[in-house]
């Protein structure tokens, strides 16, 4: 098992910048895929973004792309959502999640294991 927790969130205007942390205890870190989701008031939990257990292949929703950033270290057993160029529509609850299954790149919440508890991220306009 692998407990996680993320940190990093706040309040940032619109064109403003956060960085999430999701740091990782228990279980082997890097025997995991490390996923972002997020979850806005009234909506599904939505897919942000997926990194390899090995950082060598990354996915994201088409929503962040060129504007967010995953990564890891499993050194630190930690993984990171750089999030640059925040628009109101980011705002949601921010959750990591493990994946197991390191073989395929999950977009469904349902495919992850293990999660945090989030972190509110609010971007004004």
């Known amino acids: 098992q692998v407990q996680l927790a993320e940190s990093g969130g706040g309040l940032v205007q619109a064109g403003g910048s956060l960085r999430l942390s999701c740091a990782a205890s228990?279980?082997?870190?890097?025997?995991?895929?490390m996923g972002w989701f997020r979850q806005a008031p009234g909506k599904d939990r939505d897919f942000v973004a997926v990194?390899?257990?090995?950082?060598?292949?990354?996915t994201y929703a088409d929503s962040v792309k060129g504007r967010f950033t995953i990564s890891r270290d499993n050194a630190k057993n930690a993984a990171y959502l750089q999030m640059n160029s925040l628009k109101p529509e980011d705002t949601g609850i921010y959750y990591c999640?493990?994946?197991?299954?390191?073989?395929?790149?999950?977009?469904?919440?349902?495919?992850?294991?293990?999660w945090g508890q989030g972190t509110q991220v609010t971007v004004s306009s």
């Open positions: 990194i390899r257990w090995n950082g060598g292949i990354v």
């Open positions: 228990g279980r082997t870190f890097s025997s995991y895929n």
């Open positions: 999640a493990a994946d197991r299954e390191t073989y395929r790149m999950g977009r469904g919440a349902a495919e992850y294991d293990y």
